[in-house]
């Protein structure tokens, strides 16, 4: 045999490879197998697979010798080459990682989500809200069984054995369309009319007569009317505010008013039933 040959497919050989390996020695913890790396492999009982499912006993039960059965690489060490008739898992627990993309195969629907067979223990959910960005009714409206998926890892628990995917992660985000704002119209504030300007009196220069020019003069023409502004709304409001202190406060003396009379008079009337009580 060629060393080299030996080494490197030897090199080769890794965890999970499928082989079709043919049964070359049978003993009672096992069998040795070809697998045509160059170097015989090993399987034990506990890897063998009976065909009915039954409890394996013996060896003999399920291998023979020139048997060719499937197999795959359990793990390499120290030179060594260990098999299986279980077929590994694609995605082994220490493998999940949060984050990871993974792809899988719907293999059941429910009401609150999809079941994807991702080559772990068990598949992971995809729950209806890590569907789609939108609303989605039912799981129907997006997927079916037997459709082909892409998904996130959101999180994994394997004491439960859970695997949470979401779809949803790995779509793009909807565009949100941005209503244009409407344009708010100034209110250009009402100016209060310019107060009229105060005329300048008249220089006091005496006629012939002894009067007044600037009474004359004042005798003469006609004060122009004031124009009076527009009161405002909180103007009118503070003098309606006013009108009401003064008619409640009207009310108030008026009632103290009364009182004070209602008192004088049986003051009185106490007084008066007093004296007549001395004198009687």
Do not use: C
Not at 35 to 43: N, S
Not at 103 to 111: S, T
Not at 180 to 198: D, L, M, S, Y
């Amino acid at each position: 045999m060629d060393s080299s040959v030996a080494v490197t497919d030897r090199e080769e050989v890794k965890s999970k490879i499928h082989y079709t390996g043919k049964v070359i020695k049978i003993a009672l913890a096992g069998a040795v197998l070809d697998i045509g790396v160059g170097q015989p492999a090993a399987i034990h009982i506990s890897q063998l697979i009976s065909p009915n499912d039954e409890p394996i006993k013996r060896v003999e039960d399920v291998l023979q010798i020139g048997l060719e059965v499937d197999v795959w690489v359990k793990k390499v060490k120290d030179g060594r080459i260990e098999l299986t008739m279980i077929k590994p898992l694609d995605l082994e627990w220490r493998d999940i990682k949060k984050g990871m993309t993974i792809k899988g195969k719907v293999v059941r629907l429910e009401k609150f989500g999809a079941f994807v067979e991702i080559g772990a223990e068990r598949p992971g959910l995809v729950h209806i809200s890590e569907m789609a960005h939108g609303y989605v009714k039912q799981p129907s409206d997006v997927v079916n069984e037997g459709d082909e998926i892409e998904a996130q890892v959101l999180d994994f628990n394997r004491r439960k054995k859970q695997i949470k995917l979401s779809m949803k992660a790995l779509l793009p985000e909807p565009v949100k369309v941005v209503e244009p704002t409407r344009a708010v119209e100034f209110i250009q504030p009402r100016e209060k009319p310019a107060a009229p300007r105060r005329q300048r009196k008249a220089p006091r220069r005496k006629n012939e007569d002894g009067v007044s020019e600037s009474v004359e003069l004042l005798a003469n023409m006609q004060e122009p009317a004031q124009v009076e502004a527009e009161p405002t709304a909180m103007e009118i409001a503070l003098r309606e505010a006013m009108e009401r202190a003064k008619t409640k406060k009207k009310l108030v003396e008026e009632k103290t008013r009364k009182t004070k009379v209602s008192q004088e008079q049986e003051d009185l009337l106490a007084r008066t039933l007093e004296h007549k009580s001395r004198t009687s």
